[in-house]
């Protein structure tokens, strides 16, 4: 039930392709991969290497830093929360050790009821959030439509992306973009070496525009735009381009000045750049505390609001996590970005374990980071789900009052 899921999740940030030896770096003595062939090659880093890479991505290629403010939000301690049979604590140890977890938060009322590091990674310490990343591109665009840099959920995107004008995105609008209906053709096929997903980022840098500009722009339609879900990691990055073209900063600067800093983030954050343009790739790339990726949850929780002041347009939240389309799985969709459960919660969530997951109803957070033993599989879905639901049980079973 996964099968259709994972394969989205697995290419959502990375471009993969079966010609494993280019990819892994086995280029000709001569050749210097280029920046998208090294991002392509983490799929193909051991368990080693992802262990202590992933902790480290902005000393490894180019990236913007994400600056914090001098105040915290703060995440008091809340009454412990145990998991497993009778709160065993090795049950937890366990999970994390099974699949190479190295950080987990839970939250409740905006209290810090679990938080677990293994893997020699700590509380200040960055990691790497692969697609969570696109839950947060499509965050800014809610506040840049709340602060009229976005007109209209239905302006199309040839309106901030002139390059775009006479190919098959001109008329998709950004509420389709966001959903992932535009209706141009993508084979997201990480199998196939000659599929769209495995080209995206090949190409060589031209007329100074990124890399998925310069692919999407040759695209033809395939559906007309709304009628169909395709998802399509290129379009992640597009809407970062949207973001940046609308604000004049990058999306690095953007999130600084409207929710790292005024939120109360402990850290910086860095955000990897594209090298043919220098934007900041909307689709991957953020890496941040574990702590802050739980403040990024518990700031949705909030409503997407910063001392009382909306932040993020209410149009955008209430779409962003709400159903808006099917995917393979009857008890998950698919809104802005953001994956959607039936019970009315929702997450961001990467490949290779990273999550940031919003259950409304249980006032709870939970924040994960992680070097799975592969990027995703079907098994390692069904483990990530099942700590969730261990997650919830235990808040059932363990209740505390909410200090507000």
Request: aromatic share 10%.
């Amino acid at each position: 039930m996964y099968s259709k899921i994972s394969r989205c999740l697995l290419a959502a940030v990375l471009c993969v392709s079966i010609a494993v030896p280019s990819m892994a770096g086995e280029a000709t003595p001569t050749s210097t991969p280029t920046i998208g062939q090294q991002r392509e090659a983490v799929l193909f880093w051991t368990q080693a290497q992802r262990e202590s890479r992933f902790r480290q991505m902005n000393a490894r290629f180019p990236s913007d830093r994400v600056a914090h403010a001098s105040h915290v939000h703060a995440l008091p301690q809340g009454k412990p929360l145990s998991l497993g049979g009778k709160g065993d604590p090795a049950w937890l140890a366990d999970y994390m050790a099974r699949y190479h977890v190295a950080g987990v938060m839970v939250l409740q009322h905006g209290r810090v009821r679990l938080q677990r590091y293994a893997l020699g990674f700590g509380p200040t310490q960055r990691w790497t959030s692969f697609s969570v990343a696109k839950s947060v591109t499509s965050t800014l665009l809610g506040i840049a439509l709340q602060q009229g840099y976005i007109h209209s959920m239905q302006d199309t995107l040839g309106t901030y992306i002139p390059e775009l004008r006479g190919t098959a995105y001109a008329d998709v609008t950004v509420q389709q973009l966001l959903t992932m209906t535009s209706g141009v053709r993508w084979n997201e096929d990480y199998a196939d070496a000659k599929s769209d997903v495995a080209q995206m980022y090949m190409g060589a840098c031209a007329n100074g525009r990124a890399h998925v500009l310069s692919y999407l722009m040759k695209m033809p339609r395939q559906w007309p735009a709304g009628t169909h879900w395709n998802y399509n990691t290129a379009e992640t990055d597009l809407l970062g381009i949207l973001v940046q073209r609308a604000t004049h900063r990058s999306l690095a600067a953007y999130l600084s000045q409207t929710v790292w800093k005024p939120y109360g983030m402990a850290s910086d954050a860095f955000w990897i750049k594209d090298e043919c343009d220098g934007s900041d790739t909307g689709g991957s790339g953020l890496s941040a505390t574990l702590g802050d990726y739980a403040r990024l949850g518990q700031f949705m929780l909030g409503g997407g609001r910063i001392d009382g002041k909306q932040v993020v347009a209410s149009a955008w939240l209430h779409g962003a996590i709400r159903h808006q389309e099917n995917v393979d799985s009857p008890d998950r969709g698919y809104g802005y970005l953001w994956w959607t459960d039936k019970d009315g919660s929702y997450a961001a969530i990467g490949i290779f374990g990273q999550m940031v997951y919003v259950d409304p109803a249980r006032d709870l957070v939970i924040a994960q980071v992680a070097a799975w033993p592969h990027a995703t599989s079907d098994a390692l879905v069904a483990a990530r789900r099942d700590f969730v639901a261990t997650v919830k049980r235990a808040v059932d079973a363990q209740p505390v009052r909410s200090a507000h």
